[in-house]
Structure formats: structure tokens, C-alpha cells
């Protein structure tokens, strides 16, 4: 898979799959904005540059109507990305490219704009804190940017002074008064997120003469100068109107906890109501409906020790007058379609206003369903997409009559495609990139555990994997744990092992999603015992395959699946070698140092978190266990892998031995978060894993990346 240091890029490969450095350069597709008339779609792809070192992306218009190639429109070192369409025909993105009209100034995350009528892109908004999103009202010239400000700055020219204070004096220190100070990889405060209304300023030199293209510059007007930290993380929509922003907005707790009221900001004044706001409950905003009068809201339940949250579907009434507030707003809620034993992700209303399009994992696959929302068919879930394919970024054409979105399987990567909203079929629109040619074949498969619920899973087979030649088993691991394997990845894509003979298993264990309430329910706070069974259980199901090799197979798995290796290590030695990348090892330890501690500490008791924690078996250890971690990892601190690292080599049955030496490696990224991002990075994850398993599995001694210096 590693390419040798005599391979370029001009000695084509069988595959991609088959050169990491091929592999690494597919153009990577991501998000879909339509313009208001429905004659423009804007992607974004990211394309490796030159180095091979990191991903820049730009944006490409897609046609419609499938019937002209795909065009880049932008293009710049820096890249560009999150493309808004305004009601006009202009196109909004974010971009820190230098500015053309501002070359002495010190780029920025700045807002641009493409004009409806073509032309250069330019700067309409910058600012010292950044832009780091876009949003824009469909029928209404209204454009609001999320923005970070720090807590104690006054105005714009105040926070810009903060800002050049601590930089130029190289202070990063933050001081804290509540919690989470951390979340995924980036450390909180003291800047605060802001909602802005981006509207026009003034003239700086009124009469000055110009050209004909010269306009005002632009100014912002802060929506919640009082927000503090609740938008943090949030989830916000705008009205078609432009004059209602929905936003979700953190509501702080006793005892270090929060849950996410629901609130509406009222454009003209800056007035904030809170809408929903209900013990145990956290809202989120969904579409709005075209009239305006209607707002799709999603709930979710606190976990409990007992029970798993329930995901839920809600039309609130938002037309006329003031509404009420907190849960006065609650008997309002109108539930739909809450006996489908999905979850759903609200995507997009039909203009008629009769149905909304939504999303949900569902066996394998996460289609587009159609939902109606008014007449006999109140509440009705049709499954528009039949393939077994993820959709995201859904958008309506404004005649109701396409539907776009992106469409992703453990096939091909992700592509556009337009849907019929009426039939359900879907037609490839032409795309900035081919799909990259692989080898080998997928297969569902499934088996029936002890308790005979159904255990799910993919198996991608190489080709030739035969009775006469089985290949080995790969046990791959989804994390999560409320995940499942229905969509392509670029971290763990199958593809990769597979060109080197493997066979790759993806079950969907209890605690997966698109199956159901009862079989998240049947895992729940019992890590160890349904997921884990069903794991052994379809692995014992494929084993019988004749092309697959039973004495040659390994468990690999990340986050949730890295928990999930370290308990399979810990309680079977059926496997030859063990991945485990981002793991949670000791849950005592876990709990009150991850990120989202609240979350978390609700979900299991001290007592159910020592009996699923891994690392109480420790001495059961007998399989070669890889290990890989990033530093900058605050979803599952690195305190987990050094603990597991130290006890592996101290208490393990492969513990080092008086020359220091084990079985046991441990790969260790300072820079990288809970997943590993640098494209060079990623080339070592895989090269590594791949000699790890060689050795173990098919005793064979394959040369680690030579970039690690060994």
C-alpha cells in the first residue's frame, strides 16, 4: 500500500487503493448550496496540493440539469468554503486568501462575495475575530455571519483591540467560570460566538468619483451582544423573510450541566425569546417553513443510566403575534410522525409547504424520506431514495420539482445527484471527479444473536477470495457508539485494506443506529455485553464463509470501536492482533476528563462504568495490540492511551520483557485530534496499521513508513 521511495505519481497504480499517495489525492466532494432560482449548485471539493501535505478546497458549480460539466470558480491557496446563495443571486463564502484590495493587511477568515451577474470574487466584510460561518434568507435581502468576540470587548474597534492586546504580548492564558473549557480540539474562550446582521454602511468619501461597481462598505449589527457562551456549538436557521432567526442556545445547570433551549432572535430588534425550554429536553431548529409560519424543531432526551435519548420530530407554530415562551410553548409542539422508529435529520420543506424532506440512517443506509405535514397523510413517512446510499445536504429547487443532495456509499465516495421528489429516482449529476476505479465486492450479511435480535453488517471481499485461497478477516468496529456503517470515509475506508487481500467486516452492533429503538436500547449502559456478543456473534457467522481464512483474523476500531477492541482483547484471544486508535480504557478515569464530561456522567453510574471498563482485564491481554492516539484528542484524552500503554507493558501477558521489548506498538500523532487529518499523517496511520497486521497476520515483515525515522 505504501508507496517505495522510487514510486511517482506517473507509475500508475492498479487502483488508487492499491498507492496511498493515489488514494490521498481523490478529490474529496463536501456541501451543497442552491441558488434561489434553482439554475446554480455550488460544491466544494478539496484537492491535495502539490506536497501532498494538506487539502485546499474551492468551490464548483454543478449544473442543475446534468447536462454541462462541471466548472472550479474559485481558486486560491488558501481555499474557500462554506458557499451561501443570497436572495439576489449572489454567492457568500469564507476565505482567509489576501485580500487584493487590502495587500498590507494580515488575512483573515474574511466573508466574500461572487457576484449573481459573474465577475471577480471580493472582500465585502472582514474583521480581526474572523467569519466562520453564513447563513442568508431565501426570499429577503438578509445575510447573517456567525462570528467569535471576546467576552469583554464593547464594539467591533474593542474586540480588535483585545485581540491585537493578547497577540502582540504572545498571551494565550484563559480564565475560567464555568464549564466545558475544551471541546473536540480547540481550547474555549475567551472568545464567545455572535450572531451578526451583516447590513449596508456608509459611504467613507460620499461623492468621491469611482466606478460603477464601487458600493458602501458593509457593517454588522450584533443580534446578542448578551449571550454569553449559549451559542456555542449552535444550530441556528433563518426565516425566509429574514426578519426571525432560530437558533438552539445552551442553557447552563447546577451542578456543571446544560441542555439546549430553543429561541427566537428577532432581526429588527435584537430581542431574544426563548421558545422551548423543558427539563430533561434539548431543541434544535429545523427548516422553516415557506410561508414562515412554521418551524420544524428536533428534541432530544437526557440519557439516563436506564434509558437512551429519543430523537423526535415537531411542527412549533411561530406565525403571528408574540409567541410564548419556555415550556408554555411546549403543549404547542405538534408531534410528527413519532411512532416512525427512526431518527431523523430535517432537511428541507417542499415550496408547497405539504412535506418536508428529511434524512435518517435506516439497515445500512440513510435515505431521503418524505414526511407530510398537513391533510390525511398528516404524519405519513415515504422513503424516497431506494439505493442503499447516505444522503446529506438536501435543498429543494424552488419549483418542487428536483430535489439535490449528496450521495455517498461504502461504493464511491461522495457525488451530487438530483432526486425526483415525486418517484424517488435519483440521477448522477456530472461531477468535478470521477469515482475512483477500486477492486473487490461488497456483500450485506447478517447473523442472529442469542437473543435473536438481528445482527447486520457489510463485508467488502477481495477479489479471488475463494475456498482455494480465504482471505483474512478484518473486524472493523464503528464508533460512536449511536453510529453505524451506511456512508463512505476517508479515515477507515475499507478500500485500502481490501487491495491488500483482506476482508473487511462492518457490523452494526446494538447500539447502532437505523434499526430502531430497542436496539440502541438493548446495549445501553451494558457496553460490554449486547455489543460485544453481537460482535463475536456475526464474526463467527462469517468465519464459516469458505473464502474467508478464520485463522487469520484482527479487530480494529476507533473512539467507541477503540473501547470496543480493548474489550474484546481483554475477554477473547480468537484475534491475532488488535487496532486500537482514540480508545476509552479505564471509564472511571474517562468520565470526568473527556470533553463532555455532563454527557457522559449521566449516561453510566460509577458502578456501571468500573463493570464495562476495559481496563480491569488487562491481564487477560495475550493479543499484540497497536495503539494510536493524537495529543490534541479532548473527546477521548490522551490520558487514556498512556494509561493503556503503561499497563499493556506492566500487567499484560505480553508485558515488555527485561530488554524492554513487547509486541505491543503504540503510535502517538502530538498534533493531531481524535481523528488524524494531515494527509501525510494519514498515510503513516495506514502504513503502520498495515505493517502491524502483516506481521501479525500473515507473517510477513512490510517496512514501516520510512517518514517515522526508524
Do not use: C
Not at 504580548?169 to 451578526?196: C, E, M
Amino acid at each position: 500500500m505504501a508507496s517505495t521511495d522510487s514510486e511517482t505519481l506517473s507509475e500508475k497504480p492498479e487502483t488508487p487503493f492499491h498507492d496511498l499517495d493515489y488514494y490521498l489525492a481523490i478529490p474529496r466532494v463536501s456541501g451543497l448550496a442552491l441558488s434561489p432560482d434553482g439554475g446554480r449548485l455550488v460544491t466544494t471539493v478539496a484537492t491535495l496540493n502539490s506536497k501532498g501535505t494538506e487539502y485546499g478546497t474551492a468551490l464548483w458549480e454543478l449544473d442543475p440539469e446534468g447536462h454541462e460539466q462541471a466548472r472550479r470558480i474559485t481558486r486560491s491557496a488558501k481555499g474557500e468554503a462554506g458557499a451561501v446563495f443570497a436572495a439576489n443571486g449572489d454567492l457568500y463564502f469564507t476565505s482567509a486568501r489576501p485580500d487584493p484590495e487590502s495587500p498590507e493587511a494580515e488575512p483573515v477568515n474574511a466573508l466574500w462575495m461572487l457576484p449573481s451577474g459573474g465577475g471577480e470574487a471580493r472582500v465585502v466584510l472582514a474583521r480581526a475575530g474572523g467569519v466562520s460561518g453564513v447563513v442568508a434568507a431565501k426570499e429577503a435581502g438578509a445575510v447573517f455571519i456567525a462570528a467569535s468576540v471576546l467576552a469583554g470587548s464593547t464594539d467591533e474597534d474593542s474586540d480588535e483591540e483585545r485581540r491585537k492586546a493578547r497577540k502582540d504580548n504572545k498571551v494565550t492564558a484563559i480564565l475560567h467560570s464555568g464549564y466545558p473549557v475544551r471541546y473536540w480540539d480547540a481550547d474555549l474562550g475567551p472568545a464567545q460566538p455572535r450572531l451578526f446582521a451583516v447590513e449596508p454602511g456608509e459611504e467613507l468619501e460620499p461623492g468621491r468619483p469611482t466606478t460603477v461597481d464601487a458600493v458602501a462598505p458593509l457593517k454588522l449589527r450584533n443580534l446578542t451582544p448578551d449571550a454569553g457562551n449559549g451559542l456555542r456549538d449552535a444550530d441556528f436557521v433563518v426565516s425566509p423573510d429574514g426578519k426571525t432567526v432560530y437558533s438552539s442556545f445552551e442553557k447552563t445547570l447546577a451542578n456543571a450541566d446544560s441542555r439546549s433551549m430553543l429561541v427566537a432572535i428577532d432581526v429588527a430588534t435584537g430581542t431574544r425569546t426563548v421558545l422551548l425550554d423543558t427539563k430533561g429536553m434539548s431543541y434544535f431548529p429545523g427548516p422553516v417553513s415557506p410561508d414562515n409560519r412554521t418551524l420544524v424543531v428536533l428534541s432530544e432526551s437526557d440519557t439516563t443510566p436506564v434509558d437512551a435519548p429519543r430523537v423526535l420530530l415537531h411542527l412549533l407554530d411561530v406565525s403571528g403575534g408574540a409567541p410564548g415562551t419556555g415550556e408554555a410553548n411546549e403543549a404547542a409542539l405538534t408531534p410528527l410522525a413519532q411512532d416512525w422508529d427512526r431518527w431523523p435529520r430535517p432537511a428541507a420543506w417542499l415550496p408547497d409547504g405539504s412535506a418536508i424532506l428529511v434524512t435518517a440512517d435506516e439497515d445500512g443506509a440513510s435515505p431521503v424520506f418524505r414526511i407530510s405535514v398537513s391533510g390525511s397523510d398528516n404524519g405519513l413517512v415515504t422513503r424516497l431514495t431506494s439505493d442503499a446510499a447516505a444522503y446529506t445536504d438536501v435543498v429543494v429547487s424552488p419549483d418542487g420539482r428536483s430535489a439535490y443532495a449528496l450521495r455517498s456509499s461504502y461504493e464511491f465516495p461522495a457525488e451530487a445527484v438530483r432526486i425526483d421528489p415525486a418517484s424517488g429516482d435519483v440521477v448522477r449529476l456530472p461531477a468535478p471527479a470521477e469515482r475512483p476505479h477500486r477492486k473487490g465486492s461488497l456483500e450485506r450479511v447478517e447473523t442472529t444473536a442469542a437473543d435473536g435480535s438481528r445482527v447486520p453488517a457489510y463485508l467488502a471481499l477481495p477479489d479471488g477470495s475463494s475456498a482455494g485461497s480465504p482471505a483474512p478477516l478484518l473486524l472493523w468496529i464503528h464508533g460512536g457508539p449511536l453510529g453505524s456503517w451506511n456512508a463512505w470515509t476517508w479515515r477507515w475506508n475499507p478500500w485500502l485494506l481490501v487491495a491488500r487481500g483482506y476482508a473487511v467486516l462492518l457490523p452494526d452492533p446494538a447500539l447502532s443506529i437505523g434499526y430502531g429503538q430497542q436496539h440502541i436500547q438493548r446495549g445501553w449502559g451494558e457496553w460490554g455485553k449486547a455489543p460485544f456478543t453481537d460482535l463475536m456473534a456475526i464474526t463467527d457467522a462469517v468465519v464459516q464463509r469458505a473464502d474467508i481464512d478464520e485463522t487469520r483474523t484482527a479487530a480494529m476500531g476507533g473512539s467507541f470501536g477503540g473501547y470496543m477492541a480493548n474489550w474484546v482483547a481483554g475477554q477473547t484471544g480468537r484475534f491475532k492482533a488488535i487496532v486500537t486508535h482514540a480508545s476509552l480504557w479505564a471509564l472511571d478515569q474517562f468520565g470526568p476528563t473527556t470533553d463532555s464530561a455532563q454527557y457522559w456522567l449521566k449516561e453510566m453510574t460509577a458502578e456501571m462504568a468500573l463493570e464495562n471498563s476495559p481496563h480491569l482485564h488487562v491481564g487477560n491481554i495475550s493479543t499484540p495490540m497497536l495503539v494510536i492516539h493524537g495529543d490534541k484528542d479532548y473527546r477521548v484524552p490522551i490520558g487514556e492511551s498512556l494509561r493503556l500503554w503503561y499497563e499493556l507493558l506492566s500487567k499484560s501477558q505480553l508485558a515488555a520483557d527485561e530488554n524492554g521489548e513487547t509486541d505491543h506498538r503504540f503510535l502517538y500523532f502530538p498534533d493531531e485530534n481524535h481523528w488524524i487529518l494531515q494527509p501525510q499523517h494519514a498515510k503513516v496511520w495506514y502504513g503502520v496499521v498495515e505493517h502491524f497486521l502483516a506481521k501479525n497476520l500473515l507473517d510477513k515483515d512490510l517496512p514501516v513508513p520510512a517518514e517515522l525515522g526508524l
